[in-house]
Nanobody
Framework: QVQLVESGGGLVQAGGSLRLSCAAS????????MGWFRQAPGKEREFVAA??YYADSVKGRFTVSRDTAKNMVYLQMNSLKPEDTAVYYC??????????????WGQGTQVTVSS
């Protein structure tokens, strides 16, 4: 079993920055990566970033990083836009921009970007 807990969401003005954190506990393997997904109101959940992969919509603005020793993954979000408003989820394990079995998710953290 793996538990994922996100933090760092909030309300920010367009052009601002936020840093999300995800703490993992349980059976985490260094051979797999944790990643970030998001779901905006009325839309399907979508891939954001994991490892060296980024969604086109966030390339150049978001950076994912991890601290393997602490089982942490981070998402630095810069130049935020109103369309980045969503609930952001941490997930594990992620391969080719998708969550693979057994598939663990955090509870999500709300990011709201005002115009």
């Amino acid at each position: 079993q793996v538990q994922l807990v996100e933090s760092g969401g909030g309300l920010v003005q367009a052009g601002g920055s936020l840093r999300l954190s995800c703490a993992a506990s349980g059976r985490i393997s260094s051979g797999y990566v944790m990643g970030w997904f998001r779901q905006a109101p009325g839309k399907e959940r979508e891939f954001v970033a994991a490892g060296t992969y980024y969604a086109d919509s966030v390339k150049g603005r978001f950076t994912v990083s991890r601290d393997t020793a602490k089982n942490m993954v981070y998402l630095q979000m810069n130049s935020l836009k109103p369309e980045d408003t969503a609930v952001y989820y941490c997930a594990y394990p992620v391969r080719n921009m998708a969550v693979i079995a057994p598939g663990y998710w955090g509870q999500g953290t709300q990011v709201t970007v005002s115009s």
